[in-house]
């Protein structure tokens, strides 16, 4: 799992639009990358809203952002038709990003214990470094924190 101060593990993932992100491409930009559970869960849905409700913002401070789930590109692009969003999605359906992230984890409902996706988010500065790291995000206002964090770089 990346802490402040380490390179992020790089990745290649593919995205909606027929897109294929590769992370270190992205250099020198700033680059905000969040994890969360499921397309069109409510938490996952309103995080998403709330991105791309600052996307024009993220992209005045310069920075690109990545959402990420173990869901399917064609989901995604359900979900992102669905609720008309502004993020890039990215699918890392085999779990492999995840589990470098250190965002693929236990966790528990109603008694029951399952792996997941723990909701989590990291900003990474222009040099591939994490800066930032969320863990376990509680969504309302998270986007506006991560806002103020990338133009705080």
Same mark, same amino acid.
């Given at each position: 799992? @990346?802490? *402040?101060?380490?390179? /992020?593990? %790089?990745?290649? &993932?593919?995205?909606?639009?027929?897109?294929?992100?590769? &992370?270190?491409? &992205?250099? @020198?930009?700033?680059?905000?990358?969040?994890?969360? @559970?499921? %397309?069109?869960?409510?938490?996952?849905?309103?995080?998403?809203?709330?991105?791309?409700?600052?996307?024009?913002?993220?992209?005045?401070?310069? /920075?690109?952002?990545?959402?990420?789930?173990?869901?399917?590109?064609?989901?995604? *692009?359900?979900?992102?038709?669905?609720?008309?969003?502004?993020?890039?999605?990215?699918?890392?359906?085999?779990?492999?990003?995840?589990? %470098?992230?250190?965002?693929?984890? *236990?966790?528990?409902?109603?008694?029951?214990?399952?792996?997941?996706? *723990?909701?989590?988010?990291?900003?990474? %500065?222009?040099?591939?470094?994490?800066?930032?790291?969320?863990?376990?995000?509680?969504? @309302?206002?998270?986007?506006?924190?991560?806002?103020?964090?990338?133009?705080?770089?």
């Amino acid at each position: 799992m @990346p802490i *402040e101060g380490d390179i /992020a593990p %790089d990745f290649t &993932l593919p995205g909606t639009n027929g897109s294929s992100v590769t &992370l270190s491409d &992205l250099r @020198p930009s700033p680059v905000v990358v969040f994890f969360y @559970p499921r %397309d069109d869960t409510p938490g996952c849905t309103t995080e998403n809203k709330d991105f791309t409700a600052l996307a024009a913002e993220f992209q005045a401070a310069g /920075a690109r952002v990545l959402g990420i789930s173990k869901d399917t590109v064609a989901k995604h *692009e359900k979900f992102v038709a669905k609720h008309d969003l502004g993020t890039d999605l990215l699918s890392d359906a085999d779990g492999t990003v995840c589990e %470098d992230w250190g965002v693929w984890v *236990e966790k528990n409902m109603y008694g029951k214990t399952y792996m997941g996706i *723990e909701r989590a988010t990291f900003l990474l %500065d222009g040099s591939g470094t994490v800066r930032r790291a969320w863990h376990k995000v509680k969504v @309302p206002g998270h986007a506006e924190e991560v806002l103020s964090a990338v133009r705080a770089l």
